[in-house]
């Protein structure tokens, strides 16, 4: 039996989940070939089904540590481990199938003439097809109330739109964990709000990179701040939004007059 079906195994034993952890990352250290170092010993687990932010300054690692989780940036020390699975080259193409990336502007990911075809390439790609392919593509769209556009140009969308269809094309591959950088940037209040309900009824892993911290106390109960390339901090969002000392130490401001204590945040809801 090879690494992944052990892991896949392990997954379905009596239907309990008997690898809890959806990520992994334990003493993960990286630096650049100028010798810029960007990590130094980074350690938190996500446990499945969680929505956790991760918030920092620019320059925090961010970015750095976000490509290390599906294998695009790799040859630091300590390790990531995804479902069990180590990130590394022999597992790397069911990582990149449990890990999907939705990056901070949509049109890095829409290339093809049409939203369907945009949403079907990753799928197609890693050897789906015929029936199924459309079913996923299909099921992909309608989760993010963008079904009735599959044959529009990705071009002739809204930012935001398309934004949900870039969301679509990593559903497609049926990730565990979907990790998403500064998804309510350039966004107008209702394709925030959409976007926002869009994230809540998804069943996978979310971990969100942002500087919008009342969007993070709106959607995560839980966050982490990464700050120098360690984890400064590891709590509940409304907590962490709530100590200003905490908040000053590592250049984390809310908007002027917003007070984390005064609405509902993610943890209180069910």
Known sequence: MDA???VRGLDAVDGSDAVTASLEVSGLAFAYPDGHQALFGVDFSIARGER???LGPNGAGKTTLVLHLNGILSGGTGS???AGLPVNKQHMAEIRRRVGIVFQDPD???FMPTVRE???FGPAAAGVKGAELEARVDRALARVGMAEFKDRPPHHLSF???RRVAVATVLAMEPEILVLDEPS???DPASRR???DILRSLDVTVLMVTHDLPYALELCPRSLVLSEGVIAADGKTSELLSDDALMRAHRLELPFGFDPRSVSAASDRP
């Open 4 to 6: 992944v079906s052990a």
């Open 52 to 54: 956790v932010a991760l």
């Open 80 to 82: 990531v481990r995804v």
């Open 108 to 110: 890095d990911q829409l």
């Open 118 to 120: 945009d949403v079907a």
């Open 160 to 162: 935001g739109q398309r």
């Open 185 to 187: 940037s350039n966004l």
């Open 194 to 196: 959409e976007l926002a």
